[in-house]
């Protein structure tokens, strides 16, 4: 589609599909473990994009620059990011870690300055900071809440929003370097799972092993459900999100994270019945300013 919001929608599904995801994956992280859901996922995600890929898109010949930057974004973001932002799972909970990924578009316009020439306007710079201020609200009901700040589990946090955010600017490096090739979000979801599981067998030789253990000591129903969030929160996520990478500008893309912990509080608050607080009340309010800032935005840079 040729709507100029198109991409930044793709960007909020996905969001909304894999902070969906993230509760699953938080459970099986605490009763199993964080390296064994990440593991599962990246396993699962590796043959919906291949199958994808050979069925739906002509396989590129990519330059070795190009391939290399998309494995690498998967050993380093698929795999040791979200070990970190799934170790953070079992410590602060989904939304609160999936907040702190909203601070990635102070990462990331840093990168694209030096190296996309994508610079951002004074209406995409609001965006941004409504966004940011949306982190502040959650880490100040965070601190009401429980009466202390935690350190170590936000240090462990931002690990895993760093490791993330370099696997983000690899895979636009990809993209990038690959231009001309027709390369498609599937190719590069595929080699992006083989660079994680990759990884997983550079980290540990037996780690097939112990994925196919812990899969066969569950319940039918919690195999189906494992499935399930591994084939949404990650093969219909990051389709979405690396179309909307290849058409967005990117640190903008990033900082509509933020729909992830908005859309899990509120599924949270559902569950548990209770009104939403005014600290999620000001984070959505914050969410549509900065989104109109982004309309905004992009009619300027027009």
């Known amino acids: 589609m040729d709507h100029p919001l198109f991409p930044y929608a793709l960007g909020v599904l996905s969001n909304l599909f894999f902070g969906t995801a993230s509760m699953v994956f938080s459970s099986f992280a605490r009763s199993v473990s964080p390296t064994w859901i990440n593991h599962l996922k990246a396993f699962v995600a590796a043959i919906c994009f291949g199958i994808a890929c050979f069925a739906w898109e002509t396989w590129a010949n990519l330059p070795w620059t190009s391939a290399v930057s998309f494995l690498i974004s998967g050993l380093v973001g698929l795999c040791l990011g979200d070990f ?181 509080s509120l599924i949270e608050h559902i569950l548990e019945r209770k009104l939403p607080s005014r600290y999620l009340i000001g984070a959505m309010t914050l969410f549509l300013v900065g989104f109109f800032f982004i309309r905004q935005g992009m009619i300027q840079a027009s």
């Open 84 to 264: 970190f932002l799934f170790r953070s799972f079992t410590i602060l909970g989904p939304s609160r870690t999936l907040m702190l990924l909203c601070v990635q578009p102070l990462f990331i316009g840093a990168y694209n300055a030096l190296f996309f020439g994508q610079h951002l306007n004074s209406a995409q710079l609001i965006a941004i900071a409504c966004m940011l201020v949306c982190v502040f609200i959650f880490v100040l009901e965070r601190s009401k809440t429980v009466g202390r700040w935690d350190l170590r589990a936000f240090g462990i946090a931002f690990m895993g929003v760093l490791l993330d955010a370099c696997g983000v600017m690899l895979t636009r490096n990809g993209f990038d370097t690959g231009a001309g090739t027709g390369v498609g979000a599937f190719q590069a979801n595929f080699l992006r799972c083989l660079g994680a599981l990759a990884g997983f067998l550079i980290l540990n030789p037996r780690s097939f092993t112990a994925l196919k253990v812990g899969f066969i000591g569950l319940t039918p129903r919690k195999r189906t459900l494992a499935v399930f969030a591994c084939f949404f929160g990650t093969f219909v996520s990051l389709t979405m999100y690396l179309n909307a990478i290849k058409l967005a500008n990117v640190a903008v893309l990033t900082s509509i994270t933020v729909t992830g912990p908005v859309w899990v």
